[in-house]
């Protein structure tokens, strides 16, 4: 009886009120669950990628595809299970990896395999760093440590860097290349933040008289790291250690005349700069008019330009572009190569994914509630925020190109397990805020 009391009501829904109905249920339940949205979009989006490369479809590829998405999904149900923090962290960086991988997979397959081999790896230290993290107290106090540890990347990159892509920061081991660059800026948060805030690093040691020279100390050392990113010929890094270290003036009080003072200084840097180095000066020649060589020094910006343009709102399709004529698509220009097959509603995506990103690090950084930890998430937060914006203003012409990634999007080893080691810290300083973040 039940049962045709259910059917009779079902049949006196008008149209519109079943079309409506259409939308209540798809919206409901287990589908408003991201981590099954993201399951979803997965499904389709390696579906349609490996179905657009079918004439080299193996079976071997298909696992490859049926294990990251697994891995994902399995990922951000442990997440919720193991810490009370924000649980989107890793759902928005497995979506920002998804629409990545799906491009560098359509334009270089090979790339696009050796991609989800550097996402599963990034994900294990991901909860590696959490737990180390978790495991020890006292992180405030290893200053000297985070020194020492910054030194010794700069020092091992300028002994044994190779000539790469225009800069001399990528470091071979065992067959591996590696930026230790990378690793840097995460050991410069760490720095910045316990320098700041201990001051008995120096006491008890030869040094402690030093210790009312200690503003002006911070700013030598941060200095010499921007100076050896130039060295590198690593433009888009130095940008990124000023951007922190503005950051962590603003933050930590500093007289606003030392503010100043330290704009106006980067600002002559940058113009002595641009005479003394040429890559510099071509990269900002380039900028200005790209069309003065458009076969040569114009050609990937040019090119780049194009495949925005050709993307319009929906994308010309998966298969259906020419991404493959930009130089190195699938890593430092991997953006227009996304708008270009996949449109700017796709392009928009993932300016917004990054944008929440960032705010849901600001907020755990608000929410905090010690303040070397809250100083760590702004750090990792505006990390993330300034590598974005140096990409995508560069290829977008708004800004001159400097040689970042994206992360979690563009093709590479060194961002893409970097970026989950930031991720990682960023997870730790949530997890004691349950409660005060934003769903």
């Known amino acids: 009886m039940r049962i045709k009391s259910k059917a009779r009501k079902k049949q006196k829904l008008s149209l519109k009120e079943r079309f409506l109905s259409i939308g209540t249920n798809l919206t409901s339940g287990k589908l408003r669950d991201p981590a099954t949205l993201l399951l979803w979009f997965q499904i389709f989006a390696f579906g349609l ?70 996402f599963i790896g990034g994900l294990v230290l991901f909860f590696v760093v959490y737990f180390i993290l978790k495991s020890f107290r006292g992180w405030e106090n290893l200053t000297i440590l985070y020194l020492i540890g910054c030194f010794a990347m700069f020092i091992i990159t300028l002994l044994f860097a190779g000539y790469n892509k225009g800069a001399y920061n990528w470091v071979s081991i065992f ?11 995460i050991l410069y948060v760490f720095f910045i933040a316990s320098y700041q805030l201990n001051d008995k690093f120096l006491r008890g040691t030869k040094l402690e008289k030093y210790l009312k020279y200690k503003d002006y100390l911070y700013m030598l050392i941060s200095y010499i790291f921007i100076g050896m990113f130039f060295l590198q010929r690593d433009l888009g890094s130095a940008v990124i250690f000023f951007s922190v270290y503005i950051v962590s003036l603003f933050v930590f009080d500093y007289d606003k005349k030392i503010i100043a003072g330290n704009i106006i200084l980067a600002l002559i840097g940058a113009v002595a700069a641009y005479f003394i180095f040429p890559h510099i000066q071509t990269r900002f020649e380039i900028w200005i008019d790209p069309w003065a060589d458009p076969g040569y020094k114009g050609y990937q910006i040019i090119q780049s330009l194009f495949a925005l343009s050709a993307g319009g709102f929906f994308g010309t399709g998966l298969g259906l572009g020419q991404p493959n004529l930009i130089p190195i698509a699938t890593s430092d220009f991997i953006f227009p190569a996304i708008v270009e097959e996949m449109g700017i509603f796709t392009g928009m995506g993932v300016l917004m994914l990054f944008m929440i990103l960032v705010y849901r690090g600001f907020k755990i ?29 560069g290829v977008l012409k708004v800004i001159p190109m400097t040689g970042i990634t994206i992360p979690f999007v563009s093709y590479g080893g060194s961002s893409m397990v970097s970026s989950f080691m930031s991720l990682g810290v960023l997870q730790y300083c949530s997890s004691d805020i349950k409660g005060r973040m934003v769903d």
């Open 175 to 185: 067959g591996f290349s590696f930026q230790l660059s990378e690793i840097t800026k």
């Open 49 to 118: 990628v490996l179905a657009n490369d079918r004439e080299n479809f193996t079976l071997k590829k298909l696992l490859v595809f049926v294990a990251v998405i697994v891995v994902v999904y399995v990922a951000n149900k442990v997440v919720t299970k193991i810490t009370d923090g924000d649980n989107y962290l890793l759902l928005i960086a497995s979506m920002l990896f998804s629409i990545g991988v799906t491009m560098i997979y359509r334009i270089t397959p090979t790339e696009g395999i050796k991609q989800t081999i550097w």
């Open 365 to 393: 950084s608000m929410e905090q509630q010690s303040n070397f930890f809250k100083f760590v998430a702004l750090g990792i937060s505006v990390l993330f925020a300034v590598q974005a914006i140096l990409m995508i203003g």
